[in-house]
């Protein structure tokens, strides 16, 4: 799985780490929904050490869509709303789906 | 959360995918495009880098403007207002607050930025692969395989592109604010009121500024009592 660190790169990750990687994606989801913005950065910054630390840079001339997307360590929920709001940042974007993120 | 993101910043890849119907010609137009944005990006890059310099210059503007309350203390000291000359020490500690703030932000920035410009190393490198790699796609168009390698090949750079895109963005948003926080400082240092812990000071600030011009008129008869002097000593 190629998963993209948001103005860091692409980080390869073992098959075996996905599972990890879906319950602190869940749990991110869980404080987006809550609004908890405590929980959410934990999260995040725990997001970001088991990628960074358990997988392997992309190369830099390796050319890989990415599976997933991680936002900067230091994203809000403010901005992360309007990253994920399909009228916002990206133009060209996709309407948005399920409130299941 | 991770997915979705994913769809959101690729779709504008895939939309560009879906107006050609020749592969073959979207990896030449693809590239020609994504060589336009590294000129753009690589501007983008210089202006923050630029913003954040002067930022760093104004941190350095309001720090040394720090002094003045000093001196409007000593000044407000040897006139026996102590009150007076408390204000003025708060008014240097509450600035001098929102200054060290104001640097530890703008010293973020520059680590941020730092990111930028190996981001903008990447994309380069990214760019130079894409240009090798669309030769060679061409050259395999016939496989059927090929179109889907295409589509990744474009997916995959277009997708760093607007990750750095993104990234640029964001740098100018905060050096934008940092700016307007910057300026902020700055009225409040000039017209010496500081917010609303000292609502009403009008009063104070009159005072003090009457203050600081005795004692220049005090320094300035100094300065004639002494010319004087030595005008009587000479005659």
Redesign the interface.
């Known amino acids: 799985m190629i998963?993209?660190l948001?103005?860091?790169?692409q980080w390869r990750l073992d098959d075996a780490l996905i599972d990890e990687?879906n319950r602190i994606?869940a749990a991110?989801?869980d404080d987006?929904n809550r609004g908890d913005a405590t929980e959410f950065r934990e999260h995040l910054a725990a997001m970001h050490r088991l990628i960074e630390e358990r997988g392997e840079p992309v190369p830099?001339?390796?050319?890989?869509?990415?599976?997933?997307?991680?936002?900067?360590v230091d994203c809000s929920l403010e901005e992360?709303r309007k990253?994920?709001d399909?009228d916002g940042?990206?133009?060209?974007?996709?309407a948005k789906?399920g409130a299941d993120? | 959360m991770l997915k979705r993101l994913a769809a959101i910043f690729q779709a504008k890849a895939n939309k560009a995918l879906d107006r050609l119907e020749d592969p073959r010609e979207m990896l030449d137009l693809s590239y020609e495009k994504q060589v336009e944005m590294l000129r753009d990006v690589k501007r983008g890059i210089v202006e923050v880098t630029a913003a954040r310099r002067r930022l760093e210059l104004q941190a350095e503007e309001l720090r040394a403007k720090l002094p003045t309350f000093d001196a409007q203390a000593m000044q407000a000291l040897k006139n026996g207002r102590e009150d007076l000359a408390r204000i003025a020490l708060e008014r240097k500690a509450s600035t001098q607050a929102q200054i060290e703030s104001f640097e530890a932000q703008v010293a973020n920035l520059r680590a941020e930025q730092e990111q930028l410009v190996q981001a903008e190393q990447r994309l380069q490198a990214k760019v130079e692969a894409f240009r090798t790699r669309k030769e060679v796609l061409k050259a395999q168009y016939t496989a059927a395989k090929a179109t889907v390698r295409i589509g990744e090949a474009v997916t995959g750079l277009s997708e760093e592109m607007t990750d750095v895109g993104y990234a640029i963005q964001r740098a100018e948003d905060r050096t934008a604010q940092l700016k307007s926080r910057g300026q902020a400082i700055q009225e409040l240092l000039e017209s010496g009121v500081l917010e609303d812990s000292l609502g009403g000071t009008t009063g104070i600030d009159r005072e003090l500024e009457a203050l600081g011009r005795q004692a220049s008129i005090d320094a300035e008869l100094e300065r004639l009592r002494a010319a004087m002097a030595a005008g009587e000593a000479n005659r």
């Open positions: 998963v993209r948001m103005g860091r790169g990687l994606d991110l989801d987006i830099e001339d390796e050319l890989v869509p990415s599976d997933a997307f991680v936002p900067p992360l990253l994920m399909p940042l990206i133009p060209g974007a996709p789906e993120g």
